[in-house]
């Protein structure tokens, strides 16, 4: 059987999306960007083939997509992240009766993006590289409140006050914010949850830019962190669709896009 690969190269992390003939997705991988992107995403590829015992001849068409799409020499052709993800929550979005609009938080920006009914970008915002509403200001939140990234979720529901106001729109001011606050003995928990509501208010403004229609598709590895979803819902006054691997939304719809390519040279040999 034929196989396709989507690879996004991103700020903070790589992540390939591996789908038959059938558009069915087989596999995932997620790694670090680290400094090399290069030789870091070829690495992740080998252990994506790897994985699935394939060998690189039976996947056919590969197209990468991301911040270093275009580093990435072996791919067979590249394409924007927004239309990439487009296409990949238009496919996913299929299990929960279809998505129109799309918010996704990644390592150094936000994307809110709206689709028509057959996965088309019809609308799309971003927010500003500084503005502290991305995946890297929960990195620097969590280094700095000295917890894991990945319990700032449990933070959140831990809280027995109500969520602390975070006002800067900036990173670098927003740290300076959160540290103040820890030497001014607040709760951990309260901040976390603060922090959240912050991102979540920026985000949600960001949605309406493009129009909000109902199932609202959330990705990127924020996506993962529970107690910003549970923000994000708040603000919004409805839930969420968040698929089980949120990263790889955006090299999924890569994938697809590479299958179609495929098949469209194939025809008109």
């Keep these: 059987m034929n196989h396709f690969i989507g690879i ?4 903070t992390a790589i992540k390939l999306a591996l789908v038959n003939e059938h558009s069915q997705l087989v596999g995932v991988h997620v790694t670090d960007s680290g400094s090399l992107f ?11 083939l790897e994985k699935h015992g394939l060998q690189r001849e ?24 927004i239309t990439a993800n487009a296409i990949g929550a238009h496919e996913a979005g299929k299990a929960f009766g279809g998505v129109r609009t799309i918010i996704n938080i990644g ?3 936000s994307k809110a993006i709206q689709i028509d009914a057959s996965g088309n970008v019809s609308n ?7 503005a502290a509403g991305t995946g890297r200001f929960l990195d620097v939140a969590a280094r700095n409140l000295d917890i894991d990234l990945e319990e700032l979720g449990d933070y ?35 901040i ?33 962190n529970k107690g910003l979803v549970a923000a994000i819902q708040d603000e919004l006054g409805r839930e969420l669709v968040v698929p089980e691997h949120p990263q790889t939304t955006t090299a999924f719809g890569a994938a697809i896009l590479a299958r179609s390519e495929f098949l469209s040279e194939n025809r008109e040999d």
Excluded at 38 to 48: F, S, T
Excluded at 124 to 130: G, L
Excluded at 197 to 215: H, N, P
């Design 8 to 11: 996004d190269i991103g700020s």
């Design 38 to 48: 290069h030789k870091n995403a070829r690495e992740a590829l080998r252990v994506l």
């Design 58 to 81: 039976q996947v056919k068409y590969v197209i990468a997509t991301g911040y270093g799409r275009k580093l990435f020499k072996e791919a067979d052709d590249s394409i924007s992240e």
């Design 107 to 109: 390592g150094q920006d």
């Design 124 to 130: 799309f915002a971003m927010n500003d590289k500084c």
């Design 156 to 190: 959140h529901f831990n809280g027995k006050g109500a969520p602390l106001s975070i006002n800067s729109t900036c990173t670098v001011f927003a740290e300076s914010e959160i540290i103040g606050l820890l030497a001014n003995g607040h709760g951990k928990e309260e």
């Design 192 to 224: 976390v949850a603060g922090i959240h509501y912050s991102i979540a208010k920026r985000t949600v403004r960001l949605a309406k830019r493009v129009g909000i229609e109902d199932r609202i598709y959330f990705d990127g590895g924020p996506a993962l």
